[in-house]
C-alpha cells in the first residue's frame, strides 16, 4: 500500500513539474516546452538570409537546433550560449547527430558575461524582459550591419523584415 502511495507522489510531482514547465516565463531553465523547431529555425535563417561566411550566434541556446540548422543548412559557422547545463548536455549531442561538430559550439555559460564582436548574425527567443536588458550589450557589441532575429518577440529597433507566420522579426545594428 505505502509502495502504491510512493508512486503515486511521484507520478503526480512529475505532472505538476511538467505543467509547471508549460507556463514558466521562455528565458527561465526550467521551461523545456519553449524551443525552437527545426522548420522555423530554417525560417529564420531563410529571412536573415545567412550564408557560409557568417558567424552566428544564438543566445540562449536551448537545445541547439537554431546553430545546428545554422550550419547545417546555410552552412555558417555557429556558437551557441546557454547556462543551463541540462541543455547544454543535450545541444552537444544534437550537434553531434547532426553532424555539424566542425562548424557548432556551444560555449556554457550566461550570455552577458560573452564578447558577441565576432558575430554577423545573432538569434535570440527570450522574452522582451530579457531582450530589454540586452539592448545595451548589443548596441555595445555587435558591428553595424549584424542581423538579429527575434523569436516571438519584438525588440527597440526600427524593423527590417519579418515573417509573421513564424512570428520571426529581423533588425539591423545600425
Ligand atoms: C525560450 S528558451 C529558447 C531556447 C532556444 N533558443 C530555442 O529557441 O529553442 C530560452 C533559453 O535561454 C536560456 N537562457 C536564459 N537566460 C540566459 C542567460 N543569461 N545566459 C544564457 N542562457 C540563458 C534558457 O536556459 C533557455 O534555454
Known sequence: MIEVFNYLLIFITVMLLIILSMVWPPDSPWSPWWRTNRKTAK???RLAKIKPSDF???LGSGDGMFVITAARDFGAKAVGIEIDPVRVFISKIMVKIFGVGNKVKIVKSNFFDQDLRQATTVFAYLVPRALERLMPKLKK???PGTRFISYR???NLP???QDKKNE???YKIG
Open 159 to 161: 524593423l527590417v523584415d
Open 141 to 143: 557589441e555587435l558591428k
Open 56 to 58: 552566428v550566434y544564438e
Open 153 to 155: 518577440y519584438k525588440i
Open 168 to 170: 520571426l522579426y529581423l
Open 43 to 45: 525560417a529564420a535563417g
